[in-house]
């Protein structure tokens, strides 16, 4: 599964935000639980090293194009979703991305330890599925019908872990 930035919506509500072109595959999960909940969603391939100038445009701009959730996924030193946190007030879940020898330890100790006044909301290591539920709960505070599809969703993960658990069941008493 790639992500094309092509393919984005014309009036998004949440950006997508990665560090590089290789971070495509981890960040899709989050892509396409938005597309399962109807949110029309954007993504960028922008560095906080490599391209600090488009960056801070972005995150500056964000709010004002109608953004309403920032999700940034970065591996190594992980710095983008704190960077982009630091220049808006929209909400901004990190995802750190597996990558180098320390497994996304390192990219993980680096979004969660952000300074006080700059929260970064930090999933696991390459969860972006969790990045993409966490916008859609955001979202759907104020949007009932959003949350009503959300508690439905929820609803099925429930009754797959108890028909999981009812086939143990009878497969233990065989």
């Known amino acids: 599964m790639k992500i094309n930035p092509l393919q984005n919506a014309p009036d998004p509500l949440v950006g997508i935000v990665m560090g590089s ?12 639980i938005l597309l399962e909940f109807d949110v029309p969603c954007e993504v960028k391939i922008l560095s906080a090293h490599r391209t600090p100038d488009q960056t801070g445009q972005y995150a500056k701009s964000a709010e004002g194009r109608g953004i309403e959730v920032l999700i940034a996924g970065a591996g190594g030193a992980a710095h983008l979703a704190g960077v982009i946190a630091g220049l808006t007030v929209l909400p901004v879940i990190g995802v750190p991305i597996k990558s180098g020898s320390l497994n996304g330890l390192d990219s993980l100790l680096a979004m969660v330890q952000m300074p006080p006044g700059i929260p970064v909301a930090t999933v696991a290591i390459d969860g972006a ?46």
């Open 21 to 32: 072109s290789s971070d495509a595959v981890t960040m899709e999960p989050a892509r396409q």
């Open 129 to 174: 599925t969790n990045a993409g539920l966490l916008a859609v709960s955001i979202l759907a505070q104020s949007r009932p019908k959003l949350r009503q599809r959300l508690k439905e969703y929820r609803k099925k993960l429930e009754r797959k872990v108890l028909d999981s658990n009812q086939a143990a069941e009878q497969n233990k008493t065989r």
